[in-house]
């Protein structure tokens, strides 16, 4: 049944809505940081958008019956730990700060269905090693634009912790490579 909806056409041209919107909203949503943003820096800020756009490529090309396996390793990594990141720094803002607003509730809804999305579509991708191992790199690399050249999102609430935040995404980071290994290239192995 699951299955069903996910290859619905349909389901596919709206979910491609979606995060095509989305992306669009995250890219605006970092424009604050990224006028203030280093020129070099710039393609490593907007994670979650970034993560986003690599999902929406896929859709496109899935919607017409193509896979592009590099692009299918950064979406699944990227969408599950930036989803998870973004859900867990915005229930520390909360707990640190006491609030978040509507928005932060919408991040919190948003980032967690990221997450899920690129976990579902995994039985559909054609990723090997190579193509993993490029979106493990991508990922660990943009831990370190992030927490050693300090291009980290702003949690203002959250900056006296940065140290803790950059140690927790790096496992974050581990973690999503890993389970994007066992969804795919494993479970594909098992099931020969």
Known sequence: MLSYILLDKKFLILLFIINFLGTIYGFYWYGGQLEITPAIFIPF???SPTASLFFTIFLLFFIFGKNIPYIEALAIVSLFK???WAVVM???TLIVSGGIGPA????IAS????AVQGLLYAPFYKIKLRHLTVAGIVVLHNDIIDYVFGQ???YSDLTTYMNEIGYFTFWLSIISILLAYYLTIHRKKSSL
Do not use: S
């Open 82 to 84: 930036y989803g998870i």
């Open 104 to 107: 932060g509730f919408m991040l």
């Open 152 to 154: 980290m999102p702003v």
């Open 111 to 114: 980032h967690f269905g990221m």
């Open 45 to 47: 800020v907007p994670d």
């Open 90 to 92: 915005n229930v520390l």
